[in-house]
């Protein structure tokens, strides 16, 4: 049997991107793709997807016509996505164009009317500081009139805190390549940390010819997770505010029974907080005093 594993900091989600439309072609209750798709058609282009990864949300965009830049951190999930542009359209490839770059970070040089986080990329941003960077560097890609849209869980305690160092099946699908081997993908919860609001775990790809176990791969993971005053606390303090929110992709109110926190959200003009540059010059959000 074959054995490899990667570690944190090394061309993340490397195997995830070998098998992630395979993965989540099979997941019957991903439903997000409808509700991004009819918002990008609602509001216009230019669409800027951030965390792109293979164009699962990114391409059915483009194929309505739209124009659409993504941006991704992996080279790997990149190196997917440009594999699936080549199959496509002359006229869908045009609308499309794809950069590498850190969310926290990048500058395009450009406005958008529609700027997207679909599929939760705010599970990886893990202190204050990025979770900021991360939605200014959104608000500064929008145009005057233009909107952010993004995606979280919302959090299951009693879930969270349970079966720490159990391996749970996650989900199975036979391999597009050869529909005799199947891959079943575990997930492992190594640690929580409650100050810091995150989860360290492994994810366990094994595939199975037969009955037999061909290959394991792991491949380490840590996702944040977010109360809704967090948010809110980030969103005043990105200078962002709320157009709309749901608690599910079917647009039901947000409440106790909702199962994600989705929200739309513009730029508050002259309510632009000084966000990350805050924590950089040594202060901190507890005590902090209002005049």
């Known amino acids: 049997m074959e054995k490899t594993g990667m570690t944190a900091g090394v061309d993340s989600y490397k195997v995830l991107a070998e098998y992630y439309d395979d993965a989540y072609a099979a997941k019957k209750d991903l439903v997000d793709l409808p509700f991004y798709s009819a918002l990008a058609k609602r509001i216009g282009g230019p669409v800027l997807e951030i965390a792109c990864g293979t164009g699962r949300v990114l391409l059915p965009i483009a194929r309505q016509g739209i124009e659409i830049h993504g941006v991704d951190n992996s080279p790997a999930m990149l190196n997917v ?3 699936h542009l080549q199959s496509e359209p002359e006229e869908v490839r045009k609308r499309v164009s794809i950069s590498g770059g850190d969310m926290r970070t990048f500058r395009l040089g450009k406005k958008y009317r529609l700027v997207t986080l679909p599929f939760r990329p705010m599970l990886h941003m893990h202190t204050l500081e990025d979770q900021i960077d991360a ?24 879930m969270i805190f349970s079966s720490i160092g159990e391996e749970l099946p996650e989900m199975e699908w036979p391999l597009q390549s050869d529909p005799t081997k199947r891959v079943r993908r575990y997930f492992r919860k190594e640690s929580v940390d409650k100050i810091n609001q995150s989860i360290s775990a492994t994810f366990i790809f094994r595939t199975y010819q037969g009955g037999q176990l061909l290959k394991e791969e792991t491949e380490p993971v840590k996702m944040s ?5 967090h948010l809110q606390a980030l969103f005043l303090l990105a200078g962002l505010e709320v157009v709309e929110e749901y608690g599910t992709f079917a647009q039901t109110p947000l409440d106790n029974s909702s199962t994600d926190m989705i929200f739309v959200l513009r730029a508050s003009p002259g309510k632009i907080a000084a966000g990350s540059d805050y924590f950089r010059s040594g202060g901190s959000v507890r005590g902090k005093k209002h005049g």
């Open 135 to 158: 939605l200014k560097t959104a608000a500064l890609h929008l145009e005057e009139d233009g909107v952010l849209a993004f995606d979280i869980f919302y959090p299951k305690f009693d």
């Open 225 to 229: 997770y977010y109360t809704y005053p």
């Open 81 to 83: 996505l440009r594999k």
